[in-house]
């Protein structure tokens, strides 16, 4: 099937760095993203993966390997406003079965504490 | 505001009723798509548009659900006869061409339904 799998929650203090993984179960994708979403909010666009590799955005980094079948992201210098869920997501290829849909992962609740 | 747009931002209903929820998207966009979402959950596919073909519509999806884009533009997503199991926030969003490139959508800030 096709699947992305994140932990449910994670907790960190201010300043610290965390790392939100994403593993999948699919092939023929362009690339994986990243999206906040704080609560009652929209979610916005992070970050994005088409090659293997390291993305850097300011304080927040994102990753994919794809012979591995994974991908995270990375929040450092943790900020109290960076609280939110976090979910990843893949555009899968054109194919018989898809026109190119995005499919999100469950999210990941971050919890950024004093 | 050039952002996507959505109303009604919530609407309560009883089980039964009809629904119609409206999404403009941004401008230059030709890409729309559909997503519910339910507290502590990820963004469920619905359908997705591309100008005005309606070119993929989850398979999980009722035959009470419709959604139309007539002219390439705005978007309608109707839901007939309501149940309490439709209560969720629908989620708009648009790309342009470049999304598969980019891996960006926009999404507005949605339509909360509550079916009673």
């Known amino acids: 099937g096709q699947s992305l799998e994140q932990p449910s929650e994670v907790t960190a203090v201010e300043g610290a760095i965390v790392q939100i993984n994403c593993t999948y179960q699919?092939?023929?994708?362009?690339?994986l993203s990243w999206y906040q979403q704080h609560d009652g909010g929209a979610p916005t666009f992070l970050s994005y993966?088409?090659?293997?590799g390291l993305e850097e955005t300011g304080r927040f980094s994102s990753f994919l390997s794809r012979s591995d079948s994974y991908g995270y992201l990375l929040l450092q210098e943790l900020q109290m406003k960076d609280s939110a869920s976090y979910f990843c997501?893949?555009?899968?290829?054109?194919?018989?079965?898809?026109?190119?849909?995005?499919?999100f992962g469950a999210g990941t609740q971050v919890v950024v504490t004093p | 505001d050039t952002g996507v747009s959505q109303n009604p931002r919530h609407k309560i209903t009883k089980r039964g009723q009809n629904v119609t929820f409206r999404c403009d998207p941004i401008?230059?966009?030709?890409?729309l798509y559909w997503y519910r979402q339910t507290l502590g959950q990820g963004p469920e596919f619905l359908t997705y548009?591309?100008?005005?073909?309606?070119?993929?519509k989850s398979r999980l999806l009722s035959d009470r659900f419709s959604a139309e884009r007539p002219k390439g533009s705005f978007s309608t997503l109707e839901i007939q006869r309501t149940e309490q199991g439709d209560s969720a926030m629908y989620l708009c969003?648009?790309?342009?061409?470049?999304?598969?490139?980019?891996?960006?959508?926009?999404f507005g800030e949605g339509s909360r339904l509550t079916v009673l």
């Open positions: 997501a893949v555009r899968f290829y054109m194919t018989t079965d898809s026109w190119g849909k995005f499919q």
């Open positions: 548009f591309q100008n005005e073909a309606q070119l993929e």
């Open positions: 699919t092939s023929g994708f362009y690339g």
């Open positions: 993966n088409a090659l293997d």
């Open positions: 401008s230059e966009h030709n890409r």
């Open positions: 969003a648009s790309s342009s061409p470049l999304a598969g490139h980019t891996g960006e959508l926009f």
